[in-house]
């Protein structure tokens, strides 16, 4: 591929993604906007869902929420207001309507509308104070508080419901961004799997951290068959460099080793294969303290072999620039096209044939032995026995040496 195929990030009009050789788009378990692609069918228990009945409902969607919301106070205002109509009707109060010696229940109660209104008026407290209980009805009074104790429920939950589904940080994610490929290319000499995340914020994700997951099916020993079996990518667990201080836009990296599932995968075997990278970024959000996920995914269509991404962060005058024009842009360098496994033992083998070629003209060159026991005329030098004999003879003399005396006469030891 040439310098105008490097950049392949900039869209997908350059480069096919998520399709197969023959042209078929490949299924994916995670879309690239961190949707999960999966879809629960035949759920038999469908009753378990009522018993967190809180987390139902700020789990459905916006219209169905706020149509829940709508009924949840519309129904309790006209249930309240038909046991109001009853109340009244059943004491006679809409019988002697106008009638000033008569004294219902609720003044100004003359019907079901106005029941409607009045039950309105007290499950909000407004108090118009045209409607009014008598304190002569006592069976009013406890429906009132009744009314006031339920309403007061019914507040709390929906408009806990409603800001918690507020609150969630799911929007905070969508400033959370991937690179829309994958690279592999040689840093420090080994080969890496490489992708970038970047925030479009100024604040910041606290305590941010990065993991991988690689989805792809598998056959056991035994014949047994994983359709999506989930394999961990090591991006800096060991060293703590899934750790993230993300203020900038990161290269995160994962080290081809004999731990990582891509040891024994080359250029040519990445394009036959069938997998999923599935990258997973969590924090807290700096100004409400609630953790945040965001989530996306690289077919193995979308890893670029050879290629590294470039540079989007410059020192301007007194501060950093970030250029995101630049994030998804990646160009081509050289890379080897066998795998991380084939490409240790090639490098292995020539430290060998370098360190031998080293040693050989070290042990021609070394000069040939005159002590005694050595052979003349042969290339070998002296033997285990000859250094022996030659450290014996050395220890003699320096033993004659000390028993002599400086004026050449023995000692008393020597004689």
Known sequence: MGRDGAYCGLGASQCTEGRGSGGRRKQRYVEKNGKCNVQHGNMLETYRYLTDIFTTLVDLRWRVSLLVFVLAYTLTWLSFGLVWWFL???????????????????HNLNGFVSAFLFSIETETTIGYGFR???????????????QAILGSMVNAFMVGCMFVKISQPTKR?????????????????????????????RSHIVEA??????????????????????????????????RLFLVSPLIIAHEIDDRSPFWEMSKDRLRAEDFEIVVIL????????????????????????G???????????????????????????????????????RLAEAEAQLYWSVA????????????????????SGPT???RRQQQDEVEEQERGDVDRQPNGNLNESAL
């Open 384 to 386: 285990q026995g000859d």
């Open 282 to 305: 969590e924090g807290m959000v700096e100004a409400t303290g609630l953790t945040c996920q965001a989530r996306s995914s690289y077919l193995c269509e979308e890893v670029l072999w």
């Open 307 to 345: 290629y590294r991404f470039m540079s989007v962060l410059s020192l301007e005058d007194g501060h950093y620039e970030v250029d995101y024009g630049t994030f998804h842009q990646t160009f081509e360098v050289s890379t080897p096209t066998c795998s991380a496994r084939e490409l240790t033992e």
């Open 209 to 242: 951290s990065i993991r991988a997951k690689l989805i792809r099916s598998k056959q056991t020993a035994e014949g047994e068959f994983i359709p999506l079996d989930q394999t961990d990518v090591g991006v800096g667990l060991e060293t703590g460099d899934d």
């Open 88 to 106: 009244a009707y059943c004491r006679g109060d809409l019988e002697h309507v106008g009638d000033k010696a008569w004294t219902p229940c609720v």
């Open 132 to 146: 009014v209980i008598a304190d002569s009805c006592p069976l009013g009074i406890a429906l009132l508080l009744l």
């Open 173 to 201: 994610a969508e400033t959370l961004v991937f690179s829309d490929r994958a690279v592999v290319s040689p840093r420090d000499g080994r080969l890496c799997l490489m992708f970038r995340v970047g925030d479009l914020r």
């Open 360 to 379: 050989r003209p070290e042990a021609e060159e070394a000069p040939p032995a005159t002590g005694p026991g050595s052979v003349s005329g042969s290339g």
